[in-house]
């Protein structure tokens, strides 16, 4: 049995918008949204270089239909260097550009080879034993288990199965196609090139269950680094799985304890430190990050009362790194004032008539009722995917109709910009 090597990759979305992303700090913010442009066409340079025989494409290639046809023109372009140098392409379709939810097409080079959406079957290359078998989604909720319908393993021959799945559900990601990793294995292929978990994961091996993971984060949601596979064969057995990383940006949480700050040049500095650690790690790669501040500290009412003062000390400090680009996505408050709500209530001032008054608000039924009317409301003017997407804890709360945490949150900032006066120069 011949040797070989290919490239397993999957989940590219190309031209995807990156969640998080402000017009504040253009320049980073314009690389970001080619990202997975460059993603791409890394992956295809790395190919070239490595002469790999072939490259699998487990699906959503695209993140749904194009605004205009320049994302196909992209495509098309990165595939005819790949055939150029005489590398065939095998792909399927998953959720994000299933046959029915792309309303545009372009004519693909002859080296691409995409796989039909109608049932399973199965592709040969000339010149290699390797059978390869997949399905394309031909919508985009396909909840059936497909691995039943995908042919036998061809005799005598290295057999590799496409797949867009769920694998029975996996965190954030839709349960399409549902299967067990007991079917994928029991199968009878040596490799299974999974696509739609945006996480890479060896889920077996001999026979190899893999998912490769996305090619590029697009928001804080995916974070660390991004890859596609390059797996050796000899003899008809994997050898190596090697990861190519292809991520041009990477985006990254870090959290900054404040418990010892005694003022707000200590708070930015911390953030500082952190924002060139979190440039360190990444190689010369862009940084998107975002900041998690914690800790107890009597600071905590007056950083609750300057968020955006926070966000611009830090974007202040990333711009000054010199060389390496950062851009910080958002700065998370999760500190402790130094006195509990039940002090707080107890205190005989004004401070404590609010806290009182808050409590009181959060089991009044007619207030509840106000705010769940006057909330829902807005909260159903919102575009989808900001109603999908959205983690700040008030604003998921507000499109949840979760008002006792909408009063908490909204009245401890109320509170803190009470306790902080002005915010502090």
């Known amino acids: 049995m011949s040797s070989f090597r290919f490239i397993h990759t999957a989940d590219i979305h190309l031209d995807s918008p990156m969640r998080g992303l402000s017009d504040e700090v253009p320049g ?10 460059e993603a791409l066409t890394a992956l295809v340079d790395a ?6 025989d072939f490259v699998v494409i487990a699906g959503d290639v695209y993140d749904g239909d194009w605004r205009d046809y320049q994302t196909g023109v992209f495509f098309a372009r990165q595939m005819h260097r790949l055939a150029a140098a005489s590398i065939p392409v095998y792909l399927i379709h998953g959720n994000h550009d299933a046959q029915n939810q792309m309303t545009r097409s372009l004519s693909l080079p002859d ?5 039909s959406h109608e049932a399973a079957e199965t592709r040969t290359l000339d010149g290699l034993d390797v059978a390869l078998h ?5 919508r985009r909720e396909v909840t059936d288990n497909l691995v039943p319908g995908y042919p036998e393993p061809a005799p005598g021959v290295f057999n590799i199965g496409l797949l867009h799945t769920a694998l029975g559900g996996r965190d954030g990601h839709a349960n399409y196609a549902p299967c067990t990793l007991d079917e994928l294995t029991a199968k009878g292929y040596d490799y299974w090139a999974l696509g739609h978990v945006h996480s890479a994961e060896v889920l077996a091996e001999h026979p190899h269950v893999v998912f490769s993971g996305n090619l590029q984060g697009r928001s804080i949601r995916e ?11 000899e003899d008809g057995r994997v050898v190596a799985l090697q990861p ?3 991520d041009v940006a990477r985006w990254a949480e870090r959290g900054v304890d404040v418990a010892d700050a005694d003022d707000f040049n200590d708070v930015i500095a911390a953030m500082r430190r952190a924002i060139e650690a979190g440039a360190a790690d990444v190689e010369g790669r862009l940084l998107a990050i975002r900041l998690r501040l914690t800790g107890t500290t009597a600071l905590h009412d007056r950083l609750t009362a300057a968020p955006e003062r926070l966000l611009a000390e830090a974007r202040a400090a990333a711009a000054g790194l010199g060389s390496a680009q950062v851009y910080v996505e958002k700065i998370k408050l ?10 707080r209530r107890a205190r005989q001032d004004a401070l404590g008539e609010m806290q009182r008054l808050l409590v009181d608000a959060a089991d009044d039924p007619d207030i509840r009722a106000m705010i769940e009317k006057d909330i829902r409301r807005l909260a159903e003017r919102l575009p989808h995917d900001i109603r999908a997407d959205a983690d700040d804890p008030l604003l998921r709360a507000a499109i949840d109709g979760d008002t006792a945490t909408l009063i908490d949150g909204a009245g401890a900032y109320l509170l803190a910009r009470l306790a902080a006066g002005e915010t502090p120069s």
Do not use: H
């Open 28 to 37: 980073i913010a314009e690389r970001l949204r080619l990202a997975t442009r």
């Open 47 to 52: 190919a070239i270089e490595r002469a790999v």
């Open 111 to 115: 080296n691409v080879q995409v796989f």
């Open 134 to 138: 997949g399905m394309s989604y031909a």
């Open 223 to 233: 974070t660390g680094a991004k890859s596609a596979f390059e797996v050796g064969v």
């Open 244 to 246: 190519i990383y292809c």
């Open 334 to 343: 999760a500190t402790e004032p130094e006195l509990d709500a039940a002090s």
